[in-house]
């Protein structure tokens, strides 16, 4: 009996231990992500002599932080590993916030920070029992102009460099994952399928069957099983459509046996309507081709392995503001809350996929940088891509909007993105 108990508890604390490392790993994609966007801010505001006062990873109390003696920005590692900022000095500043007389370009005076006690713990009448009076060290003020005082176009590059570092960063993930594994293709099995080994089918058969890799469907070619759903709509039952794939085939060469993937034309007869309501209607697209969908790694020669890491990303940020626009037209209906979640589900799902393999943990890491990219740069308020608006209108109309107005619209984006995550994990709990 205690035998059995011990392999129970090994069990279980083998499983604890793989949820533990799946969360790990989904924080530090999180907080990679994070990061290498906020240093995307950085870069380009260095580059274009924008004043930089602090860089910090996370946010909340911080744990660790370091302010330059050569440039005077501060450096931090803050409690919460889910967040970041780059923090440009006069990004929300009002002129009437100035002292009378002195413009945004004057206040540029040396600074003094504790080395230890509190702020302000000095006495001029300190006597020689007293404790040594703390001590300062001085810092340079950081070079550079205010984030509002520089150029629109300036403040449009910084604002989309840090998207633009997700992106570079999800594609580089992608090269080394087509290189290393193969380019992620669209892969056929049966439904309900749960990962037993499959026959691979006769080379000779003439419509598609399972373990077909899909490459195009009447013409379209397959990246994502999305591309099923667009290239079957419309299409009524009983239709047969054409069908390219890559077929696993097996041939003697000198004696030895060849096994490999080689394209053949098949056809599908359809077995429904393809009338999908949305992306997340894959129980129809089942229906429909008889055939559920998997992702399957395909090694291809180096310029479509290549090719494959640069489509794919922009297969994944089509996916993304797909998603966002069924989500806001109600298509998903009463899967809203399974296709979107916030923080809480979102981290469990990563934590899920990061720690099945290496390939599953390149392909969401890259999965998330794209999506970061394309969600900060989205009009909504709070997000880069707002922020961009209001610099192009300051552009043309050759005056900034009020920076007030600007700041409560900023907010209240920041208080409804919030709520709405916190909303959709809840929906989730509940």
């Known amino acids: 009996m205690c035998e059995n108990l011990n392999k129970v ?28 966007h906020e240093f995307g801010h950085y870069l380009s505001g260095k580059l ?47 002129e009437d916030d100035l002292p009378e007389g002195e413009s945004a370009q004057t206040v540029q ?12 713990a000095k006495d001029p009448t300190v006597s020689a029992t007293s404790p040594a009076p703390t001590q300062e060290e001085e810092y340079p003020q950081p070079k550079g102009e205010r984030f509002n005082d520089q150029a629109p176009w300036k403040r449009i590059i910084v604002l989309v460099s840090g998207a633009l570092m997700n992106y570079l960063l999800a594609l580089v993930l992608l090269l080394i994952m087509c290189f290393s ?15 037993e080994k499959l026959t691979p089918t006769a080379w000779e058969t003439p419509t598609v069957e399972a373990l077909d890799i899909l490459v195009s469907i009447e013409g379209r070619e397959i990246d994502m099983y999305t591309d099923c759903m667009d ?39 359809l ?33 479509h392995t290549v090719g494959g890491a640069f489509e794919y990303s922009g297969e994944m940020a089509t996916s993304v503001l797909r998603t966002l626009g069924e989500l806001i037209t109600g298509a998903f209906g009463d899967k809203t809350a399974d296709v979107v979640g916030g923080p809480i589900s979102m981290i469990g799902q990563t934590a899920q996929i ?5 390939f599953s943990f390149l392909y969401v890491a ?65």
């Open 109 to 120: 005076a040396p600074f003094t920070e504790l080395l230890e006690g509190e702020e302000g």
């Open 181 to 195: 594994y193969g380019v992620p293709m669209c892969i056929t099995v049966p439904v309900g399928y749960k990962g």
């Open 366 to 430: 890259s999965f998330i940088g794209v999506n970061l990219a394309v969600f900060n740069l989205l009009p909504v308020p709070a997000l880069d891509g707002c922020k961009v608006i209001f610099c192009i209108i300051e552009w043309i109309r050759k005056k900034p909007v009020n920076r007030k107005v600007e700041a409560i619209i900023n907010f209240a984006g920041i208080v409804l993105l919030f709520g709405f995550a916190i909303l959709i994990d809840l929906l989730k709990l509940f």
């Open 9 to 36: 508890l090994a069990i279980d604390f083998a499983a604890f231990g793989q949820w533990i490392g799946g969360i790990l790993l989904a924080v530090l994609i999180l907080l990679a992500m994070i990061t290498i």
């Open 271 to 303: 077995l429904t309507d393809g009338d999908f309501s949305s992306s997340a209607d894959m129980e129809k697209l089942e229906k429909t081709i008889g055939l559920s969908i998997a992702t399957q790694s395909v090694r291809r020669d180096f310029w």
């Open 354 to 358: 990061a720690s099945a393999s290496p």
């Open 231 to 269: 290239a079957l709509a419309g299409k009524k039952a009983g239709d047969t459509v054409s069908v390219v794939v890559y077929r696993l085939y097996e041939e003697t060469v000198d004696g030895n046996t060849v096994r490999g993937w080689r394209e053949k034309e098949v056809l599908l007869t």
């Open 48 to 94: 274009l002599n924008f004043r930089i006062t602090e860089f910090s990873i996370g946010f909340g109390p911080a744990i660790f932080k370091k302010r330059s003696k050569k440039t005077g920005e501060l450096f931090a590692v803050r409690i919460i590993p889910l967040g970041g900022y780059c923090a440009f000095d006069g990004e929300d500043y009002e």
